[in-house]
């Protein structure tokens, strides 16, 4: 049986020291492949648990990479830092559309499966372009701290998409822990 991106994914992950970077972030990308056929298929109150559990994953993912892996690319090769903070700020507003919809609407299963596709293309150009130009500038301990940073953000970063602050290292760092609260008090209210 063929392996799925999501497996591939994992597999390289786990070729990888438990910290580092990449390997976070693969594992990120399988689970958000995951969600996205979790929120396809189910039904009820099932498909909103897996579209809050994605919504949520996207947004936290997105901007500790926005805020950890960036700057770094940036440094590399500006025009794929670039390239890939326009792709998460237009992922970021289709989200943003998506959460207002009807999840069982017509409406809502096309623009999900423009977003799947948007964000599957996404993470095909971060694995090919943007994580080996990153372990390059990196040696191993670097790239370790980076995946330990990167977490730490995610602590902290907003659970619901923000558009103004995408692309801008210094306003998730600065904006992000206060929208982050207040969606996490939004969470835990629903």
Same mark, same amino acid.
């Given at each position: 049986m063929a392996m799925s991106e999501a497996d591939v994914e994992r597999a390289r992950a786990a070729q990888l020291p438990e910290d580092d970077v990449v390997g976070v972030l693969l594992?990120?990308?399988?689970?958000?492949?995951?969600? *996205? @056929?979790? $929120?396809?298929?189910?039904?009820?109150?099932?498909? /909103?648990?897996? *579209?809050? !559990?994605? /919504?949520?994953?996207?947004?936290?993912? !997105?901007?500790?990479?926005?805020?950890?892996?960036?700057?770094?690319? =940036?440094?590399v090769d500006k025009s794929v830092a670039a390239a890939r903070n326009d792709e998460e700020d237009k992922a970021s507003r289709v989200l943003r559309e998506l959460e207002k919809m009807?999840?069982? +609407?017509?409406? %809502?299963d096309s623009r999900l499966t423009d977003? !799947? /596709?948007? $964000?599957?293309?996404?993470?095909?150009? !971060?694995? +090919?372009?943007? %994580?080996?130009? $990153?372990?390059?500038a990196r040696d191993e301990h670097q790239l370790e701290g980076m995946g330990r940073k990167l /977490?730490? @953000?995610? =602590?902290?970063?907003?659970?619901?998409?923000?558009?103004?602050?995408a692309g801008s290292p210094a306003a998730q760092?600065?904006?992000?822990?206060?929208?982050s609260a207040v969606d996490r008090a939004r969470d835990a209210m629903r």
């Open positions: 594992d990120q990308h399988a689970r958000i492949r995951d969600l *996205f @056929a979790e $929120v396809r298929t189910g039904a009820g109150e099932d498909r /909103r648990q897996a *579209f809050d !559990e994605l /919504r949520a994953l996207l947004a936290v993912h !997105e901007t500790a990479e926005e805020m950890v892996v960036r700057p770094v690319t =940036k440094k009807d999840l069982h +609407s017509a409406e %809502f977003l !799947e /596709r948007a $964000v599957s293309a996404h993470a095909e150009h !971060e694995e +090919s372009e943007e %994580f080996p130009r $990153v372990r390059a /977490r730490t @953000a995610e =602590k902290v970063a907003p659970t619901h998409p923000h558009p103004s602050t760092w600065t904006v992000g822990p206060v929208a």
